[in-house]
């Protein structure tokens, strides 16, 4: 359990889309999954770099005591390194 400072990752997280989309950091480029629950006070994501083998996965709650971030099996540098610099991709149409 890592404390989450509540004007840089929560920020960053919050401005990111909700549902599935394609970001990129650096060089790479990622399928990315942005899940909504319990009113919005947790937030999962995960995101699979697109050609590679990279794989980040997070989950973060907004709690009474304070924001926490909770990298999965991964150290906390990377997934806030991660969502600090994702860009998403503008959305392609299918049409």
């Given at each position: 359990?890592?404390?989450?400072?509540?004007?840089?990752?929560?920020?960053?997280?919050?401005?990111?889309?909700?549902?599935?989309f394609?970001?990129?950091?650096g060089?790479?480029?990622?399928?990315?999954?942005?899940?909504?629950?319990?009113?919005?006070?947790s937030?999962?994501?995960?995101?699979?770099?697109?050609?590679?083998?990279?794989?980040?996965?997070?989950?973060?709650?907004?709690?009474?005591?304070?924001?926490?971030?909770y990298?999965?099996?991964?150290?906390?540098?990377?997934?806030?390194?991660?969502?600090?610099?994702?860009?998403?991709?503008?959305?392609?149409d299918?049409?």
């Amino acid at each position: 359990m890592t404390p989450a400072p509540q004007s840089g990752v929560e920020a960053a997280l919050l401005a990111l889309p909700t549902g599935v989309f394609r970001g990129q950091t650096g060089n790479r480029r990622y399928v990315v999954s942005k899940t909504l629950f319990n009113a919005g006070k947790s937030i999962k994501l995960v995101a699979e770099e697109l050609g590679g083998d990279d794989y980040i996965s997070l989950n973060f709650y907004r709690l009474n005591r304070g924001a926490r971030l909770y990298p999965c099996e991964m150290s906390a540098k990377k997934v806030t390194d991660f969502v600090m610099t994702l860009k998403p991709e503008p959305a392609q149409d299918d049409a």
